[in-house]
């Protein structure tokens, strides 16, 4: 006996259509009975109603729709309306398709055939009558020849039906016969208990209710079934969707056609989901062939992509694992059948000979499978990405999401193998791109404790296996919470407690080394990528160098690849791991000692006091409609997962720390320069200028507040209080070697703080001791000497070393203050008086002072030579 599971795929639309269909017909019937309650003479009257009413059964009323529309085919033909026939024949397909479902994959009518038949055959008189084809128009004979493509390719599904009908149509029309009289004994069927109305209406819904139960058991029509499904357990509901057939029993083509329906229903309303994987799943188990198995497969990966409700939510975590553990599995069936590969632009029926794939003749013969390996690898990273995105990182949730990294890497180099076989250079370079952006991020520690995770996790999984595995009859309570929230609402915390952890494969074994690893994916990527792969991984590069402080060999791998001229015609999320390389190459040179490229790599973040949103860390409040709702959403898509994130308040602490370095020194040198013309770092400026508004500052709360409070006592000469101030920041504890950056802080606060204070105070001293300048500054004498030294070649102090009192002679060829004020009133009136002269010059239209002045000397000049020349002619 045939499980209703090879008669087709049934949609839960069309169940409901024929749910309200059989809800209708029994209210009819109800009407009925209530109405002949009341008519004593219904019997004897009812030969003598001429409009009593046909009850139909919905088999009957879809035969006769498909026949009305074959008719109107019919009548079509004798006008030669293509138009119109290409919409009947889409319209009678359809009826067939809703008729295939209902009826439980019963074959086709008699009639339908003999339609195509006639169809044909006029579809080919008109094509041989040329000169009728040319008197039609251009819309008649466009559609003619999309009628011909369209039953060529529809006709060769059916071509032993449409034989066997040509060969014998009288047969044909017997059948047809025979139909119509078992649709009579349905109607005279159907039509009984309307008959039967005189009894109380209790007796009436007894005798209703045990039909419907005689129904139940024979198999009954839809409502029926559908109400006894209700009743089923979980369990046996389960059971229902397994095949009810032998395997022995089945065929390479029962496989391929059941396989063909699952994947035609796929997006359609009301389809159940869940219940296509568990069809799928089972085909996988019953395929014939390797090539049949895998081609499966590939369906079932796709099926469960599908689950995901939308693409602003991420994949359940749970689908996400069995969806790896299905990929995996094609890729040992990929190596261990090298004659199997997987093409994207693979026609199917192109292998097929006599309905009969090659493959099926030959399984050692070589052939292709409909499939994207790539495509799938890309999917699965993109969900896992946006599930790191969505989880809360504060939870060991987030956390052992983080452990099926390992599985996705393992899974990353498995296809780069399956590439690196088929020789496509160009998706192994995308996957080692996939597998780069997943590891340049992670020191050498990091990487080792993930190597060792997956190493426990495999020797745990080993000692399981050996003990034995679990009953495969045993329910799977997370496949029945999958199928209760149907994908949506997805309960996250429900499922935890199920959802068993992804083991890497036991024969498997990842790298050891980082770095070693990194410079074959990055060497790979730069043989065979293309530009934009190849900007990206010269960024993971300088990244991953970047993390391990080797910043001179990352400063000029950033320098020779022009990444800072190209950066700005690239993609948002090349623009967002610059800015990411960037900053990471900052806090390397200031691990270094490097304040001056610290600064430099940092201070066009905070330009624009937008740091989070480079850095893809955070979205802020969209001001005066800067971003409608779809941009918010797909800036929202690029925010990187939290252990991705580089640490704000660090990065701030080392921008305003720099900044502070350099800029303290530069105000006590240019102390009177009240234009402000050698800033080196406006944001910080801005934050002085604030700090000095304040009426009152109390202590230091946040970053700003203790750079600000330093930067005060910095230019007071305290430069033990600001090295104090500094060191007392809670950042220092996020890096590796603390206490390495904190005694060069100390260094360069105390360096910077002697600079400052020669600055500031060179012109009150004759001369500076320099044993008092190594106790004040509790510096080395060859620091301070150093130090001085630099400042007299650079023309920075004006003095001379005076070797035998080991002191500094200062020239005071400076300004005083007096002085200098002074000089800058003078300056100011001449700014004023030139502004002065413009106005006049605009107002009076021509060069003002200066055209009057000219004018009065040459009157002068004029009247003096009249003067002179008068007196030498007299």
């Given at each position: ?23 209708s ?7 009925t ?23 139909r ?14 008719k ?24 067939l ?39 039609m ?7 003619l ?20 009908v040509?060969?014998n149509?009288?047969?044909?029309e ?25 009894g109380k ?15 139940d ?6 409502d029926g079934?559908k ?50 994987v ?7 188990n ?14 079932l990966?796709?099926s ?23 990929v ?20 199917v ?21 409909w ?27 987030y ?17 780069q ?13 995308k ?36 003990k034995?595995?679990v ?60 530009e ?149 770092s ?19 709360e ?5 750079v ?17 101030l ?30 400052t ?19 004040m ?17 650079a ?36 700014v ?27 009157d ?15």
């Amino acid at each position: 006996m045939t499980s209703r599971f090879w008669g087709g795929g049934s949609d839960d639309s069309d169940d409901a259509s024929d749910h309200e269909s059989s809800s209708s017909e029994s209210s009819e019937e109800e009407e009925t009975v209530q109405a002949s309650k009341y008519l004593r003479n219904s019997d004897s009257d009812s030969d003598a109603s001429d409009d009593r009413r046909v009850i139909r059964s919905a088999k009957d009323k879809r035969f006769a729709e498909m026949s009305e529309t074959c008719k109107e085919m019919q009548n079509k033909m004798k006008i030669n309306d293509w138009v119109s026939l290409q919409t009947l024949f889409d319209k009678l397909n359809k009826q067939l398709e809703k008729t295939t479902r209902f009826n439980e994959g019963a074959p086709p009518p008699k009639f339908y055939f003999k339609c195509l038949i006639s169809l044909e055959d006029f579809m080919n008189t008109t094509l041989a009558n040329r000169e009728a084809k040319k008197k039609m128009s251009s819309t008649n004979a466009k559609s003619l020849n999309i009628m011909k493509q369209k039953l060529k390719k529809h006709n060769r599904e059916f071509e032993v039906q449409i034989e066997a009908v040509r060969a014998n149509p009288e047969s044909t029309e017997e059948d047809d016969d025979d139909d119509d009289d078992d649709d009579d004994d349905d109607d005279s069927d159907a039509e009984a208990p309307a008959a039967k109305t005189k009894g109380k209406k209790k007796k009436i819904a007894s005798d209703s209710e045990d039909d419907e139960d005689n129904e139940d058991q024979d198999g009954g029509d839809a409502d029926g079934g559908k109400k006894f499904q209700k009743q089923l357990s979980k369990a046996d509901k389960k059971k229902e969707r397994e095949f009810k057939v032998d395997p022995a029993q089945i065929t390479y083509e029962m496989v391929d056609k059941k396989m063909r329906e699952i994947m035609m229903s796929r997006g359609k309303k009301g389809v159940d989901k869940h219940e296509q994987v568990d069809a799928l799943k089972y085909l996988v188990n019953v395929a014939k062939t390797t090539a049949q198995k895998l081609e499966i497969m590939v369906n079932l990966v796709s099926s469960y992509f599908d689950v995901a409700p939308s693409m602003s939510t991420h994949l359940p975590v749970a689908i996400w694992r069995k969806t790896v553990g299905v990929v995996l599995e094609m890729l040992v069936i990929l190596e261990e059948h090298p004659n199997i590969t997987m093409d994207e632009h693979y026609d199917v029926d192109s292998d097929k000979v006599d309905g009969i794939t090659l493959n099926e003749k030959d399984p050692s013969a070589p052939c292709k499978v409909w499939g994207n390996m790539l495509a799938s690898l890309e999917r699965l990273d993109d969900e896992m990405f946006k599930s790191l995105q969505c989880i809360d990182p504060h939870t060991q949730e987030y956390v052992a999401r983080l452990k099926d990294e390992p599985v996705f890497l393992v899974m990353a180099e498995l296809v780069q193998r399956y590439f690196l076989r088929q020789k496509d250079t160009v998706s192994v370079s995308k996957v080692a791109l996939r597998r780069l952006e997943h590891v340049y991020y992670k020191r050498e520690d990091v990487y080792a404790a993930m190597v060792k995770l997956s190493k426990m996790q495999q020797e745990a999984a080993q000692e399981a296996a050996g003990k034995g595995g679990v009953d495969e009859d045993e329910e799977d309570p997370l496949e029945e919470l999958l199928e209760e929230e149907d994908g949506e609402g997805y309960d996250e915390g429900k499922a935890k407690s199920l959802e068993a952890e992804m083991v890497i494969p036991i024969d498997y074994e990842m790298p050891a080394c980082l770095s070693a690893l990194i410079l074959n994916l990055k060497t790979t990527i730069y043989q065979n990528g293309d530009e934009r792969t190849k900007a990206r991984a010269v960024l993971c590069d300088i990244f991953y160098l970047s993390i391990h402080d080797n910043f001179h060999e990352a400063r000029d791998l950033l320098l020779m690849s022009h990444m800072q001229e190209n950066i700005a015609h690239m993609d948002i999320s090349t623009q967002i791991l610059f800015n990411r390389t960037m900053a990471q190459l900052g806090l390397c040179a200031f691990r270094q000692g490097l304040i001056t490229e610290a600064h430099s790599c940092l201070s066009e973040l905070y330009q624009g006091g937008r740091v989070k949103e480079l850095l893809a860390q955070g979205v802020a409040q969209s001001r005066y409609h800067e971003r409608n709702p779809e941009q918010e959403k797909l800036e929202r898509r690029r925010q990187m997962p939290f252990h991705m994130h580089i640490n704000l308040e660090l990065l701030e602490s080392v921008h305003l720390i720099s900044a502070m370095l350099l800029e303290v020194p530069n105000m006590a040198a240019n102390a009177l320069d009240t234009k402000r013309t050698k800033v080196l770092s406006k944001p910080f400026w801005r934050l002085v200028d604030n700090y000095e508004r304040q009426t009152f500052s109390g202590p230091p709360e946040n970053v700003r507040d203790h750079v600000m409070a330093a930067t005060r006592a910095m230019c007071r000469g305290h430069w033990r209080k600001a090295s104090d101030l500094l060191v007392s920041l809670n950042a220092w504890t996020l890096l590796h070697n603390s206490q390495h950056v904190i005694d060069m802080l100390v260094a360069k606060v105390r360096e910077e703080g002697l600079r400052t204070y020669l600055f500031t105070y060179s012109a009150q001293y004759s001369s500076l001791s320099l044993d008092q300048l190594m106790v004040m500054f509790d510096c080395s004498e060859a620091l301070v000497h150093s130090t001085l030294s630099k400042m007299m070649v650079a023309d920075e102090l004006h003095g001379s070393w005076d070797q035998p009192t080991r002191s500094v002679v200062m020239h005071n060829v400076e300004p005083t203050r007096l002085q200098q004020l002074a000089i800058n009133f003078a300056d100011k009136v001449a700014v004023l008086v030139d502004s002065n002269e413009k106005a006049l010059d605009i107002r009076s239209g021509g060069t003002g002072m200066k055209r009057d002045h000219d004018k009065k000397s040459w009157d002068d000049d004029g009247e003096g030579g009249r003067r002179g020349g008068g007196d030498r002619g007299g």
